[in-house]
């Protein structure tokens, strides 16, 4: 399969968001804050009926004034106490509006970046592998903050200035119905006009938010391989390449946003026209003798206030409908479900023998047609040791992996104990499982914390009797702090072999039933390979040990050697049965290795 059909495949399994299913899927994952936004509603509906009371005390007074008399200046001097008042009103209601909108983006932010990494961290490899690390933070990243900026626009503006123009065609239309008119012709022309822009400029927003993605992507491969770009003089070819995409999202940005500058004359146009005819049709009502003076002084004022309400409007929605795909590709990750399904009634051991079986196992890795398995058996006993060997790309790692249930097989069943893994409470059985990956994984903490990564309430001394076990304790003592050195970002200041050992250390403190060995002598010396051998000796004693390796004088002790090849098992027994089958692949490769040790 070529490489973009397998990206349609991994872009098929990513449900997509309606624009419809959009805001009830924003109403769940806000639900946690339904109350809050509700506070905020109601707030915002008494500040928008409080902004009506200035304009109408003013076309009150202006009528008394047009018609002053001494009697009045009582009247006058509550009109102005109530003026006050409203203001007062007007400026503590916004004072806890604000405060309850603020409370609401900070707890947003919390609660939405928790989730998100909640969800990053149970989905299978099998999803992590699919993105990179830069388009995945670049997603949260984005989203939670356009899910922010959503929800101050639309509680500090949109839902404010929508109530205001219904409110302001309300009264309008109460004044004189011909002062209302031109609003509500005038007002769905424009939202129309907003909305189309915005609809024409979907799909290149779609575009760009997914560059934003593949930009941080880049980044983030070049930094994380710059021994590799340094190494190879590919600074500028980096540059390049992160060049291109960030050039593509500046000219999308600039052509979207000279869009809607445009369609922002347009719209100004609106306004301009629909401010001009209020005020004619008023004059000539006043000249009529129709409504008052302070009647169109009022209408005047909510009007222009209506159309600029209506103007700030449309700028918010474009603003809101670009943020909406950033929000959306969150929604994608958020609603991404893990293939590995959990039963209901799964089975949580309390213990676990150690058996493993596998019964004609497929599998293919991420919709690839080549299996990586073809109808693989086996048996690994419980206790003993077991070896998996044969040429690079054969299925050895993929064994192990199927074995913690990362994936599951496409055809057969993977048994651990004479139950299928599928039977298993994920969680419940991996816990009694653990491996020194091929490659170890090491956080940027402690050497003892890389060490009691699996558990981390373990004491000293039995973190150094692992590290001593691991032939780790002498190497971690020479280091500048022991075991309180800092390690660097994937163990960058351990050497290789270093970074083995600590791997191995940590598999060992977590005491498992089964403990999988990838290949976790190849980058010893002989001499610490053979300290480490011995250590496996005594580590197999009480578990099922499975070993991968390539150098062949590292699993002779085995109880089982099982040789796999392009995916499939071509040999399986002892040793000295494998040994003596002539024309075999183990005795070839026996054979080769003898040689090397010779010239050696
Ligand atoms: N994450 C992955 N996605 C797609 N294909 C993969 C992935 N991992 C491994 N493969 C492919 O699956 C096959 C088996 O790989 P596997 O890692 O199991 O081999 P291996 O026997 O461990 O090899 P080595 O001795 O080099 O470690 C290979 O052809 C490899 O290209
Ligand atoms: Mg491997």
Request: glycine letters at 6%; one cysteine or more.
């Amino acid at each position: 399969m070529s490489e973009t059909e397998t990206k349609k495949e991994s872009e098929k399994e990513t449900p997509k968001i309606s624009n419809q299913e959009f805001w009830s899927k924003l109403w769940s994952l806000l639900s946690e804050s339904r109350k809050l936004i509700f506070i905020i509603l109601s707030f915002t509906v008494l500040a928008a009926v409080l902004d009506l009371v200035k304009p109408y005390i003013v076309k009150v007074v202006v009528d008394h004034l047009t018609n002053f008399n001494k009697e009045d200046l009582g009247f006058m001097a509550i009109l102005i106490g109530f003026f006050f008042i409203s203001d007062q009103a007007r400026s503590w209601v916004s004072y806890l509006n604000n405060v309850k909108i603020l409370k609401l983006s900070v707890d947003v932010e919390y609660y939405l970046a928790i989730r998100a990494q909640k969800k990053l961290m149970f989905l299978p490899l099998g999803y992590h592998e699919q993105e990179n690390t830069g388009n995945k933070i670049v997603k949260i990243e984005r989203g939670v903050n356009r899910i922010i900026t959503l929800i101050e626009n639309i509680s500090w503006e949109v839902v404010p200035t929508f109530i205001q123009i219904i409110i302001s065609l309300i009264v309008l239309f109460w004044s004189d119905y011909r002062l209302g008119l031109p609003l509500l012709i005038l007002a769905p022309l424009f939202l129309y006009l907003t909305h189309r822009t915005n609809k024409q400029m979907s799909p290149r927003r779609k575009e760009m938010y997914k560059k934003y993605e593949e930009a941080s992507g880049k980044m983030t491969q070049s930094i994380i391989n710059i021994n590799a770009v340094q190494s190879f003089v590919q600074e500028e070819q980096e540059l390049n390449n992160f060049d291109k995409v960030k050039k593509d999202i500046q000219k999308n940005e600039h052509f979207q946003w000279s869009k809607i500058m445009r369609s922002g004359l347009m719209r100004n146009g609106i306004v301009d026209f629909g401010n001009a005819a209020v005020l004619m049709i008023g004059i000539y009502l006043v000249y009529q003798n129709e409504i008052t003076v302070g009647t169109l002084i009022f209408a005047f004022t909510m009007s222009v206030n209506s159309y600029s309400a209506l103007f700030r409007l449309s700028r918010f929605y474009d603003r809101m409908e670009e943020g909406k795909e950033g929000v959306r590709r969150l929604m994608e990750l958020f609603s991404a479900k893990s293939d590995l399904v959990v039963k209901k009634n799964a089975i949580k051991p309390c213990d676990v023998i150690g058996q493993i079986e596998f019964k004609e196992v497929t599998f293919n890795y991420g919709g690839s047609k080549k299996s990586a398995l073809n109808k693989v058996s086996f048996k690994i006993e419980a206790g003993k040791m077991t070896a998996l060997i044969g040429p690079s790309g054969g299925g050895k790692t993929t064994i192990a992996r199927l074995i913690y249930r990362h994936y599951d097989p496409l055809g057969g069943q993977v048994l651990l104990d004479g139950h299928d893994l599928r039977d298993y409470d994920l969680y419940g059985f991996r816990r009694f499982l653990a491996i020194v990956p091929q490659e170890v994984e090491v956080f940027d903490v402690s050497v003892r914390e890389n060490i009691a990564y699996a558990k981390p309430d373990a004491t000293q001394a039995e973190i150094e009797a692992a590290a001593k076990t691991a032939n780790a304790h002498e190497f971690i003592n020479k280091l500048d702090k022991g075991y309180d050195t800092l390690v660097g970002e994937r163990g960058i200041k351990l050497s290789g072999g270093q970074r083995q050992r600590l791997g191995i250390a940590r598999a060992l403190l977590a005491n498992p039933k089964v403990l999988i060995f990838d290949e976790a002598t190849s980058n010893l010396d002989s001499q610490s390979e053979a300290l480490i051998k011995d250590a496996m000796a005594k580590i197999a004693k009480n578990r099922t040990t499975i070993v991968i390796a390539h150098r062949l004088s590292t699993i002779k002790k085995a109880d089982k050697i099982i040789v796999l090849e392009e995916g499939e098992v071509v040999e399986e027994g002892s040793h000295l049965e494998l040994a003596h089958i002539k024309g075999g692949l183990y005795s070839k490769l026996l054979k080769l290795q003898e040689l090397g040790e010779i010239k050696e």
